[in-house]
């Protein structure tokens, strides 16, 4: 017999026919003439009532379904008596596929995420994080669907570089040499010539100087993929190893790039309300008792456009009032996460895209405004998460991109390729960074990024 899966048997009116499921223990509990069995199949946060009438089923048989055990049932599906669900199996034949020990960690209910995290290979088998993987899922399709019905190209970006597009310096090291076999040059660096690559290569941080290339020959095009920071930052919001979305389009000013921003995540955001619902409700419930209102509000207002200038200006009206920040206000500085979250959280109450930032505080290759001071840098700031999105208008001129390149000695054996775009048919262009997993914890309420990511990466974590 076929197996159905549980997210159809439970669609299904077809009572009185016969199905088969397949799926873990959830819960079982019971009198002495009836077991009634909870099964999970990952398809839905639902579970499927198994009803087992006890004189049916050999006693041992019924002793090793416990939580966790692995089960393959065949019953009649019937109209269920229980409030809350609205069909059941009626089982006629459990088959045990496997069996689960007492140590199965993910036994009781209410463990901490902090238990889970220790316990990662097993926490995907919870509901919480059953429903952050298919909305994470969820989020993926609707980044695709997005991209290719706006005429975007999905392109491809390496994973390897050997340039450092955020200039953060933060960039793991690829090598296939054994450290003990590295040698030093004269300046004391190391000399890679006869390693895999024979130069110094690293993961990359960003796909975007690539991406770049991309735009500057097809128009539009979207990067989706795994990127890496070696930042020592142990906090809810960064991760080692995360994904991201990088557009970046032809011809587009900084206005284009706040317009696409804007209508990207209010779509993503009406998508999973759309397509995520008995996720969403849950972890509503569960996690975040104003999640569904956050998003509902999200997709329902415009973001609030702003420049660094003016943000700095209410951050100090706000230190002058008495407001007490951990870290002191003042233009130059680059915003820290209590920062940008005031300005979400407490002064406006919306969205904010904060635009022409203190070009020292930005990437080189940011288009400079004309007060020689600023450039045309956007960061989108959420409620609950400070920066989703960064992004910018590039510069498109060579002489001034030349200038800052030299300024920040940048070398120029990593860049030429980039800088031949500005050298042949330049034009202006702009795009931004999208942060998957600051979007998943954005949609699921989480509070810890580590907990929407299926094998988090951060500083001394990298199990599996
Ligand atoms: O602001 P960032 O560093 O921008 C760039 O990398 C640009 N090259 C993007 C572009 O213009 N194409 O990173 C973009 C976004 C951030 O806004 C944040 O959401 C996310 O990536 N991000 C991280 N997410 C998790 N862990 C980390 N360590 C992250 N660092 C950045
Ligand atoms: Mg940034």
């Not at 088969?20 to 839905?44: E, P």
């Not at 669900?85 to 689960?100: N, P, R």
């Not at 407001?323 to 109450?349: C, I, N, T």
């Not at 840098?377 to 001034?400: C, H, N, T, W």
Request: charged share 25%; hydrophobic share 40%; net charge negative.
């Amino acid at each position: 017999m076929k197996r159905i899966k549980i997210i159809d048997v439970l669609k299904s009116q077809d009572f009185g026919q016969s199905v088969n499921v397949k799926g873990w223990v959830r819960t079982k509990r019971g009198s002495k003439a009836v077991n009634f069995i909870a099964l999970n199949d990952g398809s839905t946060i639902k579970n499927v009532q198994i009803v087992a009438d006890v004189e049916k089923f050999d006693a041992e048989l019924l002793k090793q379904i416990t939580t966790g055990a692995c089960l393959s049932v065949v019953g009649t599906l019937v109209q269920s008596q229980g409030a809350g669900q609205t069909s059941e199996i009626q089982a006629t034949e459990i088959q045990v596929l496997g069996l689960c020990d007492a140590e199965y960690p993910m036994q009781k209910k209410g463990q901490t995420f902090e238990y889970m995290r220790q316990h990662a290979h097993m926490r995907l088998r919870t509901n919480t994080f059953g429903a952050v993987m298919r909305i994470r899922h969820n989020m993926a399709i609707a980044i695709h669907k997005f991209f290719h019905d706006h005429g975007f190209f999905y392109f491809h970006t390496p994973i390897i570089t050997a340039s450092d597009c955020e200039g953060a310096g933060e960039m793991f090291q690829v090598t296939t040499k054994n450290l003990y076999d590295l040698k030093m040059d004269e300046e004391g660096k190391i000399d890679y010539s006869d390693d895999f690559f024979g130069k110094m290569t690293s993961l990359t941080v960003s796909g975007q100087l690539e991406g770049e290339l991309g735009a500057t020959a097809l128009g539009a095009i979207y990067t989706f993929g795994p990127t890496f920071r070696a930042e020592n930052s142990n906090t809810p919001r960064h991760l080692a190893e995360f994904w991201m979305i990088e557009p970046e389009v032809a011809f587009n000013d900084i206005n284009d790039n706040m317009d696409l921003a804007e209508e990207f995540i209010k779509y993503c955001v009406q998508w999973a309300l759309d397509n995520c619902q008995d996720d969403l409700e849950f972890l509503n419930k569960m996690i975040d008792k104003t999640l569904l209102e956050r998003l509902h509000f999200v997709v329902e207002h415009d973001f609030v456009r702003l420049k660094y200038t003016e943000g700095i200006r209410i951050l100090e009206e706000a230190v002058e009032k008495g407001h007490k920040f951990e870290f002191p206000v003042s233009w130059g500085m680059d915003l820290a996460s209590e920062h940008e979250r005031y300005l979400v959280e407490q002064h406006f109450k919306k969205p904010v895209i904060l635009t022409d930032y203190p070009k020292e505080i930005k990437a080189f290759y940011m288009k400079q405004n004309d007060d020689g001071k600023t450039v045309r840098a956007m960061d989108v700031l959420f409620p609950q998460i400070g920066e989703i999105i960064g992004g910018s208008e590039r510069e498109d001129s060579y002489e001034k991109l030349m200038a800052r390149v030299e300024e920040l000695d940048i070398p120029m054996k990593d860049m030429w390729w980039y800088l031949d775009t500005r050298r042949f048919g330049t034009c202006p262009h702009s795009g931004f960074g999208l942060g998957f997993e600051r979007l998943i914890l954005f949609v699921t309420g989480m509070q810890n990024i580590r907990d929407v990511i299926p094998f988090p990466r951060t500083p001394k974590t990298a199990e599996f």
